[in-house]
C-alpha cells in the first residue's frame, strides 16, 4: 500500500469562469473518498485531500476516480506528482502557456479581421457611412445580408471553442460562462439565419424590411470577437502572476563545475549532481543544490531564499543552500540533498500549492458564482420575454436585451477576484522571505490582533554569547584565558559561549588538568597549577569560596540584566564575573514597536526565571510576559487568549513551539533551520523576526485587494445586469447594445487581474 500524501495536486484543464471551479469544488468535495478539495481558477489546480484509507488499493485508481469525475463535468484533468521536478512542470506549463497564447492571437486576428468590416457593413448606413451600391439594404438586401453571414461565419468558426464547451455543460444542466456567450451569439446567428432566408423568399417588400430588421449578425460576430480580447488580455496578465516563480525557478544554474577524484574539474548539468559530489563554487556563482562546505570561505548572498541584505560567512563545515550566490571566494562543497530535495525546491513547491489554496473569503464568491450562471439565464429569458409581450418590443429588440443579459453578466470577475490575489500575494511573499502555505494563512495574518513571540531562538539570536567580563586583582585576558582553558573541555552551551568570547579577543586557553563537570553547578579543574572553579554561587561556596556583598550586588545587577553569571575562583578566592546571554536579535525592537504601531498586542512566552524573561523583555519593548513555560503550557495560553475572543499569532522556532504553532490561528516559524520550519506553522520567516511585521502587512494589503476587487466584481453585475435587462428604456433611455455588454464583460475580468497584479509592488 502507497502513503497517503497528504495533498494530491492536479492540473484542470477547460475551466471559463467561477461557476467552473465552484462546480468542480462541489463535486469533488462530493466524492467518497475524499476528504477535502479546492479548484483554484485562477492557476486552473485542484488540491485534493485523500480520506482516510483512500489509497489502500493503490495511487492509480484514486487519480483514475478524480479524473473520470472531472471528465464527466466537462473538463480534463492530469495529475501532478509530488516528486516531479518542479523546474520540469514549470518549463512544460510555460510550453502549454506560449501556445495557448499564441493560439488565441490567432484567432484574434482572423475574429476583427472579418468582425470589423462586419460592423462597418451592417452599421455604415445608420452611422452616415458610404457603402458600396451592391451593399445597400435597400437596393440589394439578399447581397447585404449573404455579405453579412460570410463574415460572420470565419468568426463564429475561429470562436467555436465557446460553442463546443458552452453548450455541452448548458446540456447536462452546469452552464459556465461559455454557455451564456454560447447561447446569447447563437440565438442573434440562429435569428439572423431566419430573416435572411425570409429575405431570399420575401413576396412582399414589408417581408424584406422585417428581414432586414432581424440582422444581427454583428452583434454575434462582434461578440465573439470582443470576449475573446477579453480573455485574451486576462490571460497575458495572468502570466506575470507567476513572475516570483519564474525568479525561483532561476535562482539555480544549468551547468556545475564538478571536482573529479584526481583533482581536475569537469561542467556537467546540475540534474547529473549526486549526493556526495564535490563542487568548485566560483565567485559570483549561484549554489547549484543543498550542502556543506568541504574547503575554503566565503560570503554567500542569501537574499534569494531569505530576503536578507547582509552577506553572510561560510567555511568548511558549513551548511550552504540552492539558490544562494557566491559573493567573494571560491569553495568547494559537497552535495547532500539535490533536485526535489533542496529547501529551494520544497520553496517553490509550497509556493505552488498556496498559490492554488483558497482563502475562507473565497467560499462567498464560490457559493454566488455556482448559481450565478442559471440565474442569469432565468433573468435573460424573463426580460426578454417581459419586453415582448408586456413591453411590445420587436422581436429583434427583445432578443437584444436576452442576448446582453447573458453577455454582461459572466461571473468571470467573481471567480478570479480572491485566487488573483492570493498567487499575487503568496508569489510576492515568498520573494519577501515570507512563506505563506495556503490562503488561509494569508488571509487570517492579515486579520491577526494578538501576537505572542517565544523568547530564545526568536526574539533572541538562540546562540548564547559572553557579553560581559570583570576581573578584580588580576588583568581580564588573563581571568578569560584561565576561564576559557575550563571550558574548552566542557560541552555545556555556555562553553562555547565563553570559548567563542576569548577567540575573538585573541586570548586562547591553557592545558587543564583534573578536570571535573559538577552537574548544574559549573567545572573544575588546574591550569597552570592553579586551582580554578567556574561557574554559579552554590559552586563557590560549597568549596569555601565567599562572596562579598560587592561581589553579590554585581551578581544581582547582572541577573537583572537577563544575563546569566559565571564566578571564576582562584586559589581560593573570586577573581572574576563573566556575564553569558542569548542577545536580542537587533532587529528585535524595532520589529515589536512596529507591531504595536499596527495595533498588535504583543506578548512573550519563555521557560526562563521570571527576572532573565523580564529583562529580556523590558529590551524588546514587550510588557507583558508569562516566564517559566513549559511547551505545553504555551498551547494553553495561546488557547485562554483566543477563548478571549482574540485572533492569535504564534511566533515560534518551529521545533518546541509546535503545539503552541498549531493552536494558534497562525503559526509562524522562523526559518533559520529551513527544514524543520518547513513542517512547522503556517507561515515560514525565512527573513527572521522582521518577516512576521512583511506578514501582517502583506495579509493586511491582500485583504484589502480582494474585498476591491470582489466590490467591483459585485457593483458591476448590480449596475449593469438591470441595465442590459432594459430598465433605461423604461425612462425613455437607450437599450445596451450587445456588442457593449461583451465589452464591458471583459473589462470586468481584465480589471480584477490588473488589480491583483498592484500586490507585485507590495513592499
Known amino acids: 500500500m502507497e502513503k497517503c500524501p497528504d495533498i494530491l495536486r492536479f492540473r484542470i484543464e477547460g475551466m471559463a469562469c467561477g461557476a467552473c471551479s465552484a462546480r468542480s469544488q462541489r463535486a469533488l468535495n462530493a466524492m467518497e473518498h475524499i476528504d477535502s478539495a479546492t479548484v483554484s481558477l485562477a492557476d486552473g489546480t485542484a488540491q485534493i485531500r485523500p480520506a482516510e484509507g483512500a489509497l489502500e488499493g493503490g495511487l492509480e485508481p484514486f487519480i483514475e476516480e478524480v479524473t473520470e469525475r472531472v471528465h464527466r463535468l466537462g473538463f480534463t ?8 521536478d518542479e523546474h520540469d512542470l514549470w518549463e512544460s506549463e510555460q510550453e502549454k502557456t506560449r501556445a495557448d497564447l499564441a493560439l488565441r492571437r490567432r484567432r484574434l486576428f482572423t475574429e476583427f479581421l472579418f468582425a470589423v468590416p462586419l460592423v462597418f457593413v451592417a452599421m455604415g448606413s445608420h452611422w452616415g457611412l458610404p457603402l458600396p451600391s451592391f451593399l445597400d439594404m435597400h437596393e440589394s438586401p439578399l447581397v447585404f445580408a449573404l455579405f453579412q453571414l460570410f463574415l460572420t461565419l470565419p468568426v463564429i468558426w475561429s470562436g467555436r471553442d465557446f460553442y463546443r464547451h458552452g453548450i455541452p455543460l448548458l446540456l447536462r444542466g452546469a452552464p459556465n460562462m461559455d454557455s451564456l456567450v454560447a447561447m446569447g451569439t447563437g440565438a442573434a446567428l ?7 432566408f425570409e429575405i431570399a423568399f420575401a413576396v412582399t417588400p414589408e417581408t424584406v424590411h422585417a428581414g432586414v430588421s432581424g440582422l444581427y449578425y454583428e452583434s454575434a460576430g462582434m461578440l465573439i470577437a470582443l470576449i475573446s480580447l477579453g480573455k485574451y488580455m486576462e490571460a497575458v496578465s495572468r502570466t506575470r502572476t507567476s513572475e516570483a516563480i519564474r525568479g525561483l525557478m532561476e535562482l539555480t544554474p544549468e551547468q556545475v563545475e564538478r571536482v573529479l577524484e584526481d583533482g581536475s574539474v569537469r561542467e556537467i548539468p546540475v540534474r547529473a549532481v549526486m549526493p556526495g559530489d564535490r563542487l568548485l563554487i566560483k565567485p559570483g556563482a549561484r549554489i547549484p543544490v543543498d550542502g556543506e562546505v568541504a574547503e575554503g570561505s566565503s560570503s554567500l548572498d542569501m537574499s534569494s531564499l531569505t530576503g536578507e541584505s547582509l552577506p553572510v560567512e561560510v567555511a568548511a563545515g558549513d551548511e550552504v543552500n540552492a539558490g544562494t550566490l557566491n559573493i567573494s571566494g571560491s569553495f568547494v562543497m559537497e552535495a547532500k540533498r539535490v533536485g526535489a530535495d533542496t529547501a529551494l525546491a520544497r520553496i517553490i513547491h509550497l509556493v505552488r500549492e498556496a498559490q492554488g489554496s483558497k482563502a475562507p473569503i473565497a467560499g462567498m464568491a464560490d457559493r454566488i458564482s455556482l448559481y450565478f450562471v442559471p440565474a442569469v439565464i432565468a433573468v435573460a429569458v424573463l426580460a426578454a420575454l417581459l419586453w415582448l409581450f408586456a413591453g411590445h418590443l420587436p422581436f429583434g429588440e427583445a432578443l437584444r436585451v436576452f442576448v446582453s443579459v447573458l453577455v454582461v453578466a459572466c461571473p468571470c470577475a467573481l471567480g478570479l477576484a480572491t485566487p488573483m490575489s492570493i498567487m499575487v500575494a503568496t508569489g510576492r511573499g515568498a520573494q519577501l522571505g515570507v512563506l505563506m502555505k495556503n490562503g488561509t494563512a494569508l488571509e487570517h495574518s492579515g486579520r491577526l490582533d494578538t501576537l505572542v513571540f517565544d523568547k530564545t531562538g526568536t526574539l533572541t539570536e538562540g546562540r548564547p554569547r559572553l557579553m560581559s567580563l570583570y576581573a578584580e586583582d588580576m588583568a581580564e585576558e588573563e581571568a578569560l584565558a584561565l576561564a576559557a582553558s575550563l571550558e574548552a573541555v566542557s560541552e555545556h552551551p555556555l562553553a562555547r559561549a565563553v570559548l567563542e568570547g576569548a577567540r575573538e579577543r585573541g586570548v586562547s586557553p591553557s592545558a587543564v588538568e583534573g578536570f571535573r563537570a ?72 524595532g520589529v515589536i514597536s512596529d ?9 512573550m ?79 515560514v520567516l525565512l527573513c527572521g523576526i522582521s518577516g512576521v511585521k512583511t506578514a501582517l502587512a502583506l495579509g493586511r494589503a491582500t485583504l484589502s485587494n480582494i474585498r476591491l476587487s470582489l466590490f467591483w466584481a459585485f457593483a458591476y453585475n448590480i449596475l449593469l445586469v438591470p441595465v442590459a435587462a432594459g430598465v433605461l428604456l423604461l425612462f425613455g433611455g437607450p437599450a445596451m447594445s450587445p456588442m457593449l455588454a461583451g465589452a464591458a464583460m471583459s473589462l470586468s475580468s481584465v480589471s480584477v487581474v490588473l488589480n491583483a497584479l498592484r500586490l507585485r509592488t507590495f513592499r
Open 190 to 196: 440562429l435569428y439572423s439565419l431566419w430573416s435572411t
Open 518 to 589: 559538577l552537574g548544574g553547578q559549573g567545572v573544575t579543574g588546574t591550569v597552570n597549577g592553579r586551582a580554578l572553579y567556574l561557574g554559579n554561587e552554590s559552586l563557590l561556596e560549597e568549596n569555601g569560596v565567599a562572596l562579598s556583598s560587592e561581589w553579590k550586588a554585581r551578581l544581582t545587577a547582572l541577573a537583572d540584566e537577563g544575563r546569566t553569571p559565571l564566578l571564576l575562583a582562584a586559589d581560593g578566592r573570586i577573581v572574576a564575573m563573566l556575564g553569558v546571554a542569548d542577545p536580542l536579535r537587533e532587529e528585535t525592537p
Open 605 to 683: 512566552l519563555s521557560g526562563d526565571n521570571e527576572r532573565t524573561a523580564r529583562a529580556v523583555a523590558a529590551k524588546a519593548g514587550i510588557d507583558e510576559v508569562v516566564a517559566g513555560v513549559r511547551p505545553d503550557g504555551k498551547e494553553k495560553v495561546i488557547a485562554a487568549l483566543q477563548a478571549e475572543g482574540r485572533l492569535v499569532g504564534m511566533v515560534g522556532d518551529g521545533i518546541n513551539d509546535a503545539p503552541a504553532l498549531a493552536r494558534a490561528h497562525v503559526g509562524m516559524a522562523m526559518g533559520s533551520g529551513i527544514d524543520v520550519a518547513m513542517e512547522a506553522g503556517d507561515v
Open 595 to 603: 507591531l504595536r504601531a499596527m495595533g498588535c498586542r504583543v506578548m
Open 77 to 84: 484533468a492530469s495529475y501532478l506528482p509530488p516528486d516531479a
